[in-house]
């Protein structure tokens, strides 16, 4: 594969292609039948270009002349979009038509070359930009090569181009006309097929034609090399004197599908775009608000807390206290029941234990004499605040090696007493 070149110059006819890079010819190819676009993108598949300038022949671009016209440069572009625009010819969406101006040498007269791409230089030109994503040239080879003509001596000029012949008539380096010449009458272009063909009987028609390199042996008027094209359509527009090429639209008006999609699209993003900040902008203010508020929620609730804590603290004085004045009033009514009991007991019994359960009373005694138990038992009945006394359990046991009687009395007492 080649290394990455600037510009690839590419001569185009009808059955060969030439492909010169940094001003070599690396490739002529000839082919046994008309050329494709296919061919040409075979060929370029194996470089790397940023720009190709494809200098095309018929059939890959009609051409049409105008011979003397007197207009501004800022007015031909609209006089070949209005005059020569190609109605008749049946075109694609994709062609542009093309206009070259002739500055000449009378004030105010120029001649005027136009051209319109045929359905194969568009395909050509689409597949190598879908292929290399480059920059794709598109110029008429007779356009390129008419400078080099002009300053002939003779005013009747027969060019041979790389497979098309166009005859040429020109007056003090003013162009006059061109004829494209059909094949069958290119390959034998004579004095008297010329003279039957194009009513000409002139000795003075010179023939050039397009070389590759010419040789010591050819004379420089006779040939026109394309070394020469090359260098002088790279300074073409550096002179303002120069002819010059350029792109136009054409008259009618059609509606391109990828323009309006592309349009279509643009607007697309241009509404999400402004739909995305607007939704952005009102997102942060709502996530201020909503801060906002969590905050006033978050301090609302630190005020609620503290307030549960507070009447906690309350609730939890008041319990207490209450449980104190209960405490205080029940230690008075056992302390004054108690007493109401024990104070009638014999000095020969004691009290062991003191069980006081809602209403009921347990108490464990102990004596030395058993006959003491009923006498105990009245005693405690004859309270006023007993309602009925049990004997629940009596034993004998051993207490400092003497013998004692415990038992358990279970006292009920009377309700209205708290």
């Known amino acids: 594969m080649l290394k990455q070149k600037l510009i690839c110059y590419a001569f185009i006819g009808r059955y060969e292609a030439w492909f010169v890079i940094e001003d070599q010819v690396v490739s002529v190819n000839t082919w046994p039948e008309q050329l494709k676009s296919a061919d040409i993108i075979e060929k370029c598949t194996s470089w790397s270009f940023s720009k190709i300038i494809l200098f095309l022949e018929f059939p890959w671009i009609l051409l049409a002349f105008e011979p003397i016209i ?119 272009a004579n004095d008297s097929i010329l003279a039957d063909y194009l009513n000409i009987y002139s000795q003075e028609t010179h023939t050039f034609c397009l070389s590759e390199h010419p040789s010591a042996e050819e004379e420089a008027a006779t040939s026109v090399p394309m070394s020469a094209i090359i260098e002088r359509w790279k300074r073409g527009k550096k002179s303002s004197s120069s002819p010059f090429w350029w792109e136009v639209q054409k008259k009618s008006f059609r509606v391109r599908w990828r323009n309006v999609a592309v349009l279509g699209w643009v607007g697309m993003m241009l509404i999400l775009f402004v739909w995305y900040f607007s939704v952005k902008r009102t997102n942060e203010q709502m996530r201020q608000q909503l801060n906002q508020s969590i905050q006033k929620i978050q301090e609302d609730q630190a005020k609620i807390d503290r307030f549960k804590a507070y009447v906690e603290k309350q609730n939890h004085f008041l319990k207490i206290n209450t449980l104190y004045q209960h405490l205080q009033a029940s230690s008075g009514v056992v302390k004054r029941m108690l007493q109401q009991l024990i104070n009638p007991m014999t000095p020969d019994a004691w009290i062991e234990r003191i069980k006081y359960e809602g209403n009921q009373l347990h108490l464990t005694i102990l004596t030395l004499k058993t006959s003491l138990i009923p006498e105990i038992i009245d005693q405690m009945t004859a309270a006023p605040v007993v309602k009925n006394v049990f004997l629940k359990s009596q034993q004998l046991i051993q207490l400092d090696q003497q013998e004692v009687v415990k038992f358990t009395l279970q006292i009920d007492l009377k309700t209205n007493e708290k």
């Open 70 to 188: 007197s207009l501004s440069r800022t007015d031909i572009s609209q006089y070949s979009r209005n005059i020569l625009s190609f109605h008749n010819s049946s075109t694609t969406s994709f062609e542009k038509v093309g206009a070259c101006l002739f500055d000449l040498t009378e004030k105010n007269k120029k001649g005027l070359l136009c051209a319109s791409l045929s359905s194969q230089s568009v395909e050509l030109i689409g597949n190598l930009q879908k292929r290399r994503k480059i920059k794709i040239r598109p110029v008429p080879l007779l356009y390129a090569c008419i400078f080099e003509l002009l300053p002939e001596k003779s005013d009747s000029i027969l060019f041979h181009g790389i497979n098309q012949t166009a005859f040429i008539t020109k007056q003090q380096d003013i162009l006059q006309k061109i004829i494209l010449l059909p094949e069958s009458v290119a390959k034998d």
